[in-house]
């Protein structure tokens, strides 16, 4: 079992539409938990990172932690053409330093 | 946020020969991360490298692959060695958010190398 899984994609929605990204995670004591946008042929850039069960929100996005089930997911509200990118899911486990990522999953945002 | 440089941000290469990344912070950083990402797949973390002493390698990877030195804190590099086709990556250089404690990292633009 891979230590962080996501759907590959890729995911399609139309323009204006939520887009929902979901992240699973094999480790309960995984402590933080990141999203990044990573677009074509660019480096990771942070979206957003949360630590705490529940919802968090910023602007357009809105990321959601539920320990009990290992799951992480963001939404991204009135989706543009410009959220067009891979996200990446990134967990760091309790007592690491370390950064473990996902697959990715593609989004594509129709205009 | 920390201001990453990596160079080259591309290079082609012959199978066998090594090449140098090097990698330069704004700032002064405890720990500075390498990343391979292959083409199409998700970040993998190659080693850790602390300045004063031995970088730390996950498992997969060995110093004689990919030796990284790590002279002051602000500065880095990683060696791919004796380089096959398999080589061929986006190679990124990263360091922890250490102002705001949040734990993010940053990312240089990577090296994109290709084996030939």
């Known amino acids: 079992q891979k230590e962080v899984e996501q759907n590959s994609g890729p995911l399609s929605v139309p323009e204006g539409a939520i887009a929902s990204l979901n992240c699973t995670y094999s480790?309960?004591?995984?402590?933080?938990f990141f999203w990044y946008r990573q677009y074509s042929g660019k480096s990771p850039e942070l979206i957003m990172f949360?630590?705490?069960?529940g919802d968090k929100e910023d602007g357009r996005f809105t990321a959601q932690l539920n320990k009990a089930s290992q799951y992480v997911s963001l939404l991204i509200r009135d989706s543009q053409p410009s959220d067009s990118a891979t996200y990446l899911c990134?967990?760091?486990?309790?007592?690491?330093?370390?950064?473990?990522f996902g697959s990715g999953t593609r989004l594509l945002v129709r205009p | 946020s920390a201001v990453i440089s990596q160079k080259p941000s591309r290079d082609i290469c012959q199978r066998g020969t090594s090449l140098t990344i090097q990698c330069q912070v704004d700032s002064q950083v405890t720990m500075m991360f390498w990343y391979r990402q292959q083409p199409g797949q998700s970040l993998t973390l190659i080693a850790t490298a602390n300045q004063g002493s031995e970088a730390t390698y996950e498992s997969g990877f060995v110093i004689d692959k990919f030796p990284i030195s790590r002279p002051n804190l602000t500065f880095s590099t990683l060696t791919v060695s004796n380089m096959s086709p398999e080589d061929s990556s986006i190679y990124l250089c990263s360091v922890e958010e250490v102002t705001a404690n949040t734990g993010e990292l940053f990312f240089g633009e990577g090296s994109r190398l290709t084996v030939l």
């Open positions: 480790d309960r004591g995984s402590q933080s």
């Open positions: 990134a967990v760091r486990m309790d007592s690491s330093y370390k950064l473990i």
């Open positions: 949360i630590y705490s069960n």
